[in-house]
């Protein structure tokens, strides 16, 4: 069974930075491009930022250009993102999921449970 579990979340102050991980099991994350998407109280769920199986970056959001970056590695199974310099507007659960690089969230299929993201002022 596929399935992905995210941790890292937490409450931080504007401008420190935090480092979601993804862990993937039941399938290995070598052939797989993963998404990290979020979701603020009351608004869509947007895409963040995507890899592919081949490294190649997809971003989906100006807003973090600059501040948010995505990896893998293979060996550990795990996706991570990194977040600097967090603004209030960051604030909102973060989820990653398995799916093609650039489509919109419904196109995902396989979807963590999510990790909580709240930046204060």
């Known amino acids: 069974q596929l399935r992905l579990v995210e941790s890292g979340g937490g409450l931080v102050h504007a401008g420190e930075s935090l480092r979601l991980s993804c862990v993937a099991s039941g399938f290995n994350l070598d052939y797989y491009a993963i998404g990290w998407f979020r979701q603020a109280p009351g608004k869509e769920r947007k895409g963040v930022l995507c890899?592919?199986?081949?490294?190649?970056?997809?971003n989906y959001t100006d807003s973090v250009k600059g501040r948010f970056t995505i990896s893998r590695d293979n060996a550990k199974n795990t996706v991570y993102l990194q977040m600097n310099n967090l603004k209030p507007e960051d604030t909102a659960d973060y989820y990653c999921a398995e799916g093609p690089c650039g489509s919109s969230w419904l196109r995902f299929k396989t979807w963590g449970q999510g990790t909580q993201v709240t930046v204060s002022s």
């Open positions: 890899i592919n199986s081949n490294g190649h970056i997809t």
